[in-house]
């Protein structure tokens, strides 16, 4: 770790954390799953949520791409994530459903406040978020896409969305 320049799990979690939940609503990869603790760790999300079918470590999958980032991004499962969106929305988070809809508006032009606290939701790699789930929301966010397909794998998604509130927030690093 030293040769590469990495900090200890300990120096990391006593730095300063993106004010982000990541809530991932029946993800059914654990290889998905483990690459958002990846990203999570690498723009320092506060916590991840894993609620329903998600898989939680120590499942195999997660473990293999997640390469110990379980142990420095803190995590909770939820059976329901209504219940996990419910709790979120009394500690004044401003809940973000990554999903396409009607009213989504796009990435580029949301511009997230440092004042402000965000549960960012992805949902299930066939069926989205579930619909049930939609009068909690905030808001939806949608990346922009040029091509012919009209969606991203979770973890891409995850990657691009926090990458751009990383850098819209500005958080020191």
């Known amino acids: ?8 799990v300990d120096e990391y979690k006593n730095l300063l954390q993106l004010p982000v ?9 654990g290889h998905n799953v483990g690459s958002v603790f990846r990203t999570g760790d690498a723009f320092r999300v506060a ?12 499942n195999r999958e997660v473990m293999k791409t997640a390469l110990g980032s379980s142990d420095s991004v803190p995590w909770r ?4 994530t209504h219940d996990a969106l419910e ?3 009394q500690q004044g988070y401003e809940v973000c459903f990554i999903e396409q ?8 032009v949301f511009f997230p406040s440092k004042e402000k606290k965000y549960a960012l939701v992805f949902g299930n790699e066939v069926e989205g978020i579930q619909s049930n789930l939609f009068p909690l929301g905030d808001r939806a966010i949608e990346i922009p896409q040029f091509g012919t397909k009209h ?8 990657g691009i969305v926090l990458w751009d509130f990383w850098m819209k927030l ?4």
Do not use: W
């Open 47 to 58: 916590t991840l949520y894993l609620c329903g079918i998600t898989a939680t470590p120590p």
């Open 1 to 8: 770790m030293e040769e590469l320049n990495r900090m200890s």
């Open 21 to 29: 939940v990541v809530v991932m609503d029946n993800v059914r990869s």
């Open 151 to 158: 969606s991203f794998n979770i973890a891409v998604a995850a």
């Open 77 to 80: 499962y939820f059976h329901e």
């Open 87 to 89: 709790e979120l929305k």
């Open 170 to 173: 500005k958080l020191a690093i």
């Open 101 to 108: 809809t009607t009213q989504s508006i796009s990435l580029n």
